[in-house]
Nanobody, 121 residues
């Protein structure tokens, strides 16, 4: 079992920044951040594997950065230049090793409770 707790959400104006933090009972080979808007499927935002290889959704490339601290068992997501379309519930997730560094929600088996991020225009 893996417990994941997200911290750091909130409201910000467009162009602003937020940093999300996920505290894990333990880290798995694949860790990631996902987001979901009501009525839509959960989408991958950023993932990072055991070797530090990261992968981002096209919509956030150049704006978001994923960080992992193995000693602290934390996974952070630094979000800059936020846009209203980034508004969503954000989830921390953990999963097994993925050769392709999967960013698909179905490849992750453990999830946090989610945290709201709201970006106003």
């Amino acid at each position: 079992q893996v417990q994941l707790v997200e911290l750091g959400g909130g409201s910000v104006q467009a162009g602003g920044s937020l940093r999300l933090s996920c505290h894990a009972s333990r880290l798995l080979d694949s860790m990631g951040w996902f987001r979901q808007v009501s009525g839509k499927e959960r989408e991958g935002v950023a993932v990072i594997d055991e070797g530090g290889r990261s992968r981002y959704a096209d919509s956030v490339k150049g704006r978001f950065t994923i960080f992992k601290d193995n000693a602290k068992k934390t996974l952070d997501l630094q979000m800059n230049s936020l846009k209203p379309e980034d508004t969503a519930m954000y989830y921390c997730a953990a999963g097994p090793y993925s050769y392709y560094n999967s960013i698909r929600a179905k490849d992750f088996g453990y999830w946090g409770q989610g945290i709201q991020v709201t970006v106003s225009s």
